[in-house]
């Protein structure tokens, strides 16, 4: 698992454009005499082991496409791809799963059930790869499926998750603002874009604070703000961007209205025009509570010694949503962090994983398809 996490780690391809990446995964299936299904969502993988014994089907899914990121760090594995590397743990997450499916491959005569590998590209990009492996068959007779994430937030020889909802959905916006530029001695002469830009940074923090139930879990983060040319010049335009997460529906409904009233009203207000695009992100991640109590029984099981029960939610979001729209299952972290939590964090350039981690994930995908495998 190592030496497959450590060559996918060093040649990282896009949301989609995995195709390296497939060819590996697809070969090395094949080669363990798996049933293979190419060119899933484009880049995406579906394979079937076929146990002896009877039994459910059972899915297991690795995320497979790496981030637009100058990797920064200095290691024998560093990506070889200018600006584009493996900062969120997908090339760990597929390597643990091809070492999940070399096992089964291994012991297919002690296999209860079916179990299905998916490899799905696209994670990081809306509208993600799940909706369209879905699309493309990939659920076609499973029974329950499951995943998990590498987490470098969580210590090493760690592993949590939570019944209901697990971690948020994610929407972007996208703000640009309309002024009239002009110069900077002269200001009663322009439209001065950034000013307006600044007060809508203030004004939509608001949102949370006095528009969501406190009671009720929402983020709203501006992660971009662009204007301006030069020392002396007013901005004739302004562009923001960021993301809104939430939990349910109804609070992501409010912080959208609220959203799109308060970049209208501030705009009138300073004599700006605005274009303003939104868009939805992912489904929350809403675990299913039997297949949660299970996998945190067999978390206790495997990691006595670590086992810390249900965790807190988290507002990153995940597009294995869409696959428990569709079936019961479970999503849950595996700790990769170093103990002291100085791991970089997800999507840094200096982001690693401790790769030691990827034998605990393989343990535990193993013995929840196992045991959810031989439920009557």
């Known amino acids: 698992m190592v030496k497959w996490r450590r060559h996918l780690h060093q040649h990282p391809e896009l949301s989609f454009q995995e195709y390296k990446t497939s060819l590996m995964i697809a070969d090395l299936l094949e ?3 798996l049933e293979v299904r190419r060119g899933v969502a484009g880049t995406g993988i579906v394979a079937k082991l076929r146990g002896d014994l009877p039994g459910r089907t059972i899915a297991l899914r690795a995320d497979i496409d790496a981030l637009a990121i100058q990797d920064a760090k200095e290691c024998a594995y560093r990506s070889t791809v200018t600006g584009v590397m493996h900062a969120c743990g997908h090339d760990g997450h597929t390597a643990q799963l091809l070492g999940v499916a070399r096992y089964y491959s291994l012991h297919k005569e002690e296999t209860a059930g079916t179990r299905v590998f998916l490899f799905q590209p696209g994670e990081e990009v809306l509208p993600g790869g799940a909706i369209r492996m879905i699309e493309d068959g990939a659920l076609e007779g499973v029974d329950a499926i499951y995943g998990i994430h590498l987490w470098s937030p969580l210590a090493y020889g760690t592993a949590t998750t939570r019944p209901g909802p697990f971690m948020a959905t994610p929407d972007e916006f996208e703000i640009e603002i309309i002024g009239r530029g002009g110069h900077g001695g002269l200001p009663h002469e322009s439209k001065d874009a950034l000013v307006v830009g600044a007060s809508l940074v203030m004004a939509l923090q608001t949102i949370v604070a006095r528009n969501v139930n406190p009671l009720e879990s929402a983020v709203l983060s501006i992660g971009r703000f662009t204007a301006g040319s030069a020392n002396n010049v007013i901005a004739s335009s302004c562009k923001l961007s960021g993301t809104i997460r939430s939990f349910n529906k109804e609070t992501r409904s409010v912080v959208r209205k609220r959203l799109e009233k308060i970049v209208k009203n501030c705009c009138e207000m300073y004599d700006c025009e605005y274009k303003l695009r ?29 086992a810390t029960g249900p965790c807190e939610p988290v507002m990153a979001g995940e597009d294995f949503s869409y696959y428990l729209e569709q079936k019961p299952g479970c999503f849950f972290f595996v700790g990769a962090g170093v103990e002291d939590g100085s791991s970089a964090p997800h999507h840094h350039p ?14 535990l995908l193993i013995s929840v398809a196992d045991d959810s495998a031989q439920d009557v």
Do not use: C
Request: proline share 7%; charged share 25%; net charge negative.
């Open 278 to 306: 939104y868009f939805e992100g992912y489904p929350p991640v809403v675990n299913d509570a039997k297949e949660a109590v299970r996998v945190l029984r067999i978390i206790s099981e495997v990691l006595p010694e670590t």
């Open 31 to 33: 080669g363990w005499g």
């Open 350 to 363: 200096l982001f690693d994983i401790e790769e030691r981690a990827m034998l605990h994930a393989a343990q």
